[in-house]
C-alpha cells in the first residue's frame, strides 16, 4: 500500500522560508520519479517541481532560483526548500509519484505580507 505523508507546512512572513518533506512508503522509491504540487483556493493544481530518480530536477517558472526540490533515497523522503516565499505561494501543497495517482494528503503554507 502507497503512502505519502508531507510534512513542514505552517505560516511564514513574505521573504522567509520553509522546508517541506514528504516520506513514501509501499514503492521502491529509488526508481520513482517524484514531484511536488500546490493549489491554491480557487485554483487548478499546478506543478512545482519534480526530480527524477537520476536527480534531475524541473521547476515551474514562477518558483525557479527560489525553490529547491531534492530527495534521500535512504529515507525515502523527497523535499521542498521553499525560500524568499511570497504571498503568491499560498497553497496546500501536496506530493506524488510520478504521473500516477499516488498523492500524498497535502501539508498548507500559508504566507503572509
Known amino acids: 500500500q502507497v503512502q505519502l505523508v508531507e510534512s513542514g507546512g505552517g505560516l511564514v512572513q513574505a521573504g522567509g522560508s520553509l522546508r517541506l518533506s514528504c516520506a513514501a512508503s509501499?514503492?521502491?522509491?529509488?526508481?520513482?520519479?517524484m514531484g511536488w504540487y500546490r493549489q491554491a483556493p480557487g485554483k487548478q493544481r499546478e506543478l512545482v517541481a519534480t526530480?527524477?530518480?537520476?536527480?534531475?530536477?524541473t521547476y515551474a517558472d514562477s518558483v525557479k532560483g527560489r525553490f529547491t526540490i531534492s530527495r534521500d533515497n535512504a529515507k525515502n523522503t523527497v523535499y521542498l526548500v521553499m525560500n524568499r516565499l511570497k504571498p503568491e505561494d499560498t497553497a496546500v501543497y501536496y506530493c506524488?509519484?510520478?504521473?500516477?495517482?499516488?498523492w500524498g494528503q497535502g501539508t498548507q503554507v500559508t504566507v503572509s505580507s
Open positions: 509501499g514503492i521502491i522509491f529509488n526508481i520513482a520519479h
Open positions: 526530480i527524477s530518480n537520476r536527480g534531475t530536477t
Open positions: 506524488r509519484v510520478g504521473t500516477t495517482d499516488y
